[in-house]
Each structure stands twice: as C-alpha cells, then as structure tokens.
C-alpha cells in the first residue's frame, strides 16, 4: 500500500513539475513578445518624431518663400488675391442625390445622352 502512494506522489510531482516548466516557458516567451513589441513601439514613435521634425522644417514659411522665388517663374506661381479666400457657406451647396437609386441611375441622370454601354445597342 505505501509502495503505490509512493508512486501516484511521484506522479504527481512529475505532473506538477512538467506543467511547473510549460507555464515558465510560456510565460518567457510571453515576457520576449511583449519586449519585442515595446523595441517596436519606441522605433516607430522615434520615426513619427523624426517625420514630424522633417515636415516642421520642409514646411518653414521662409523655406517656402525661398523655393517660390525660386521656382516661381518655371511653377507659373501667382500670388493669393483676398477674394480668392471664401468661408465654407459662400461654396455652392452639393448637388442633390436621390437616397434609393443606384450609381447607374445617378450616373444617368447627369448625363443621359451621353450614356452607352458597350452590350446593349443605343436607340
């Protein structure tokens, strides 16, 4: 009788000692992705800070002045007048879509002479 609770403790201490090690392996690998993961994380919030230091300079009022005098002649570049400048409700509305009909029939209704298709013969 003490011979098999001998074994079933040994058993037991074995089960116990295998999923022991399954859990630290697993947890280990957990522990690399996550770090992996964070090396990852900080490479690409360094390149955001490097792209945003890039576009602060290419964007630089006098960097552009520079390049529109010169270029300007060869980009037919002219000057911005004051009544080229409007707010959003001076802009003409939208033109008006019916909800239910189709891109086909909405096509159509903007240009219906000019509408073929290749598989049916005009009229």
Do not use: F
Request: hydrophobic letters at 40%; aromatic letters at 4%; glycine letters at 4%.
């Amino acid at each position: 009788m003490i011979r098999i609770v001998n074994i079933v403790l040994v058993v037991l201490m074995l089960g116990a000692a295998t999923w022991t090690y399954a859990v630290k392996h697993r947890a280990e690998r957990n522990v690399a992705e996550i770090n992996e993961l964070e090396r990852r994380i900080k490479l690409e919030k360094e390149s955001i800070d490097l792209l945003q230091a890039d576009w602060a300079y290419l964007s630089q009022p006098s960097r552009l002045k520079t390049l529109a005098e010169q270029y300007g002649e060869q980009l037919q570049l002219q000057l911005t007048e004051p009544q080229q400048i409007v707010h959003p409700n001076e802009l003409p509305a939208a033109p008006e879509i019916p909800q239910n009909d189709g891109i086909a029939d909405i096509i159509a209704s903007q240009m219906p002479d000019q509408l073929t298709t290749g598989s049916v013969e005009g009229n």
